[in-house]
């Protein structure tokens, strides 16, 4: 069983920044891939990033490359997501999750089991 926690969301000016992190605990968290997702109101939940199991290979989606930057610590228990750059469309509520496995080979919110609470982030304009 995998448990995640996220953290770091709230208001922000248009072109500010913020870190999000997500809190992994289970002992075999290192064989699983982390995505961060997020989900605007009346809109789908969609992939933002992603960092793999093995190699730590990054996935992003277009609408935030060159802004956001997913990490994870030498330990492989936190995975975190650097915002900057922010605009207005970026609000949303922001998920983590993850996967054994994964590696980017799909990018699907249904298929990962495993979700955070989530955190709320606000960009004023």
């Known amino acids: 069983q995998v448990q995640l926690v996220e953290s770091g969301g709230g208001l922000v000016q248009a072109g500010g920044s913020l870190r999000l992190s997500c809190a992994a605990s289970?002992?075999?968290?290192?064989?699983?891939?982390t995505g961060w997702f997020r989900q605007a109101p009346g809109k789908e939940r969609e992939f933002v990033a992603g960092?793999?199991?093995?190699?730590?290979?990054?996935f992003y989606a277009d609408s935030v490359k060159g802004r956001f930057t997913i990490s994870r610590d030498n330990a492989g228990n936190t995975v975190d997501l650097q915002m900057n750059s922010l605009k207005p469309e970026d609000t949303a509520v922001y998920y983590c999750?993850?996967?054994?496995?994964?590696?980017?080979?799909?990018?699907?919110?249904?298929?990962?089991?495993?979700w955070g609470q989530g955190t709320q982030v606000t960009v004023s304009s």
């Open positions: 960092i793999s199991w093995s190699e730590g290979t990054t």
């Open positions: 999750a993850a996967d054994v496995f994964w590696r980017g080979q799909y990018y699907d919110a249904a298929r990962f089991p495993y």
């Open positions: 289970g002992r075999t968290f290192r064989t699983y891939g």
